[in-house]
Structures are given as C-alpha cells and as structure tokens.
C-alpha cells in the first residue's frame, strides 16, 4: 500500500513569508508526528496527533509554528513569518493504534530553505 | 518521562568488521525500543524493534540487537560491516502504546574500505 507522502519535496521561501507543509499518512493509521532535522542535527520533536487526544505540541520552538490535522488524517505543517534557521528537512511520520511495536513510518521529508 | 542516550554520535569501522552502536534509555513503564537507518537523503526506515517478546531482535540487513533491561541498554551490532552500512542510526523508545516515540541524537556510521 502507499507510504507516507509529503509535499512539497523541496521549498525556497524568502525570509518573512508563511509556508505550509503537507503530510498524507498511511490510511488507518492513528497517530502522527512532525519532527525536523536540521543539517547534521538528530531529529527535533514538533507535535504530536493521537486521535481525536489534544494533541502534544510540547515541541514546536515558537508561537510561529502551528500544526493541524483535520479529520485524523492529513496534516499541515505551518510556519509563519519563516526565519533563516527554520531552513532544514521537515520529516512527518504515522503509526497505527493496534499492532505490535507501534513503529513510525515516515516520509521522505520537506526541505525547507529560506533565504 | 523517557529519554534515549546513544553513545558515540560517529562510529567508524573497517568493512567486515563488528558493528556496535550503543543505545542506552530510561522509561517509567516497560518499553518499546527502535533501531531507524537514514540513508543520505532519504527518510528514516525501520531496521527492529522490541515489544517485549524475545530480548534478542534480529532485523534487517543483518542487524539485531539485545534488550538488557538490567542495564537499561539496546545496543545494535551486526557481525560483520558492509560499505552499503553507512548511513546514520538512530534508537528509539516509547514508554507506552499512547506516549510519543523519543529519539536519540543519532549515529553516523562509516565504513572504511
């Protein structure tokens, strides 16, 4: 069946514009993550959905970033007012409720950069 | 509260020999455990887990790793390097069905030839 998809595959924004990320999960698949990574850096937690739960946003570094999920399925990413380092790969991934393990499965990423 | 230390954030080794990435974590409740491969460019891909089953996980591409709870480790190794290896490695945990997953900051790993 289809993986995760994310589009675009690649922006260039100029500093100051808002963009949107785009996360199509795997079909069923309950929960879902947004992580960044940024050049030579581990994975940065964003947010959280599980369901129809609040989601956990512990991790989005400012008030310019926002996400949503609109029913339990596609997610967008937004980033407001985009700053030089907001440049990096933005990576979503979801994972069914059930099952054993509970493993991610992840895009292939958004690489951001702003110029 | 989880967290997820791996030791070494680059680890080189002559092909052919043991690959050893250690993977160290601390949850309040049993946990699932993750070994992720990232290939340059790509997105992460699962490599094993642990769910509670054998301690001994045997994975992909010839991988497996130990769970210790003793210790507190997951640690994954594979006999013998190959140079399609190198890639960067990241270990996982998730302290419950409805936690989110924690990562480590990763392993770059290097294959001489």
């Known amino acids: 069946g289809a993986g995760v998809s994310q589009s675009p595959s690649n922006k260039v924004t100029e500093k100051g514009k808002d963009v949107e990320l785009r996360c199509d999960p795997i079909s069923g698949h309950t929960a879902l993550y947004w992580y960044r990574q940024s050049l030579g850096q581990g994975l940065e937690f964003l947010i959280y959905f599980q369901g129809n739960s609040a989601p956990d946003k512990s991790g989005l570094p400012s008030d310019r970033f926002s996400a949503e999920r609109t029913g339990g399925s596609v997610s967008t990413l937004t980033i407001q007012r985009t700053q030089q380092e907001d440049s990096a790969v933005y990576l979503c991934a979801s994972s069914p409720r059930s099952g054993t393990g509970y493993e991610q499965y992840f895009g292939p990423g958004t690489r951001l950069t702003v110029t | 509260a989880q967290s997820v230390t791996q030791l070494g954030s680059h680890v080189s080794v002559s092909e052919g020999a043991l690959v050893l990435l250690r993977c160290n974590y601390s949850?309040?409740?049993?946990?699932?455990l993750f070994w992720y491969v990232q290939y340059p460019n790509q997105g992460l891909q699962l490599l094993l887990k642990y769910t509670s089953a054998a301690t001994l996980v045997k994975g992909i591409n010839g991988f497996e790793a130990e769970f210790k709870k003793s210790e507190t480790s997951f640690h994954l190794t594979k006999p013998s390097a190959h140079m399609s290896d190198a890639a960067e490695y990241f270990c996982?945990?998730?302290?419950?069905?409805?936690?989110?997953?924690?990562f480590g900051t990763g392993t770059k790993l290097q294959v001489i030839p």
């Open positions: 949850s309040s409740v049993p946990p699932y």
């Open positions: 996982a945990v998730r302290g419950g069905g409805y936690q989110k997953v924690t």
